[in-house]
């Protein structure tokens, strides 16, 4: 059975760093790319970028450009989220998903969630 | 920032059918994008409901249905049941920035 396994929820203070992640179990983790969303009642869902566990290859999208950091370890097949610097405004809801290519094709499995909270 | 724009609401009485419009642009439903959609149960992670604009994955009951014409797209659902309280958002892609997944702003589904 295919799952994404995140990594459990976060409470932080501004201008600490945090790296989440996501285990992928039941595939071959080098084949899918993983992408990450930001989830808030205010702005929804926003794709944040993905990254190809096979040669670490990624795509952010500009707007999360020179904000965080996507990565992956195919060794333990895991991806990563980071951030060097948190802001209160990253208090959010974190998911990675799985898609056969960076640009298409959907989002057919989830990862259950990451909560991050970020304290002024 | 949302580009693909839903109603914030729609509702209906069990049985009843509703239909969740999802309007882009030129540069992604209009761009002959593929639209997706997923089903998010309150506090549980989004759900694969439609794929490539009608194509269901396996598992979800032929009581959802997706089309699209130009640059929009709807999801149907008919007989509407307790369980199918939730929101939905439609998803695609976006050639002009940067090359982009995008979201819908979401559509909350209430059950009379």
């Known amino acids: 059975e295919v799952q994404l396994v995140q990594s459990g929820a976060e409470v932080k203070k501004s201008g600490e760093s945090l790296k989440i992640s996501c285990k992928g179990y039941?595939?071959?983790?080098?084949?899918?790319?993983i992408a990450w969303v930001r989830q808030t009642p205010g702005r929804g869902l926003e794709w944040m970028g993905t990254?190809?566990?096979?040669?670490?290859?990624?795509r952010l999208s500009p707007s999360f450009q020179g904000q965080v950091t996507i990565s992956a370890d195919k060794s333990i097949d895991t991806a990563y989220l980071q951030w060097t610097s948190l802001k209160p405004s990253d208090t959010a809801m974190y998911f990675c998903?799985?898609?056969?290519?960076?640009?298409?094709?959907?989002?057919?499995?989830w990862g259950q969630g990451t909560l991050v909270i970020v304290s002024s | 920032q949302s580009v693909l724009t839903q109603p914030p609401s729609v509702s209906g009485a069990p049985g009843q059918a509703v239909s969740i419009s999802c309007t882009g642009s030129?540069?992604?439903?209009?761009?002959?994008?593929?639209v997706h959609w997923y089903q998010q149960v309150p506090g549980t992670a989004p759900k694969l409901l439609i794929y490539?604009?009608?194509k269901r994955p396996s598992g979800v009951p032929d009581r959802f249905s997706g089309s699209k014409s130009g640059a929009s797209a709807s999801l149907a659902i008919t007989g509407l049941q307790a369980g199918d309280e939730a929101d939905y958002y439609c998803?695609?892609?976006?050639?002009?920035?940067?090359?982009?997944?995008?979201f819908g702003t979401g559509t909350k589904v209430t059950v009379l």
């Open positions: 998903m799985r898609a056969a290519s960076w640009d298409l094709p959907p989002f057919d499995y």
């Open positions: 039941g595939y071959n983790f080098s084949r899918y790319w």
């Open positions: 990254v190809h566990p096979g040669d670490s290859k990624t």
């Open positions: 030129s540069s992604n439903l209009g761009a002959r994008y593929n």
């Open positions: 490539d604009n009608v």
């Open positions: 998803q695609s892609y976006d050639y002009r920035l940067s090359g982009s997944r995008v």
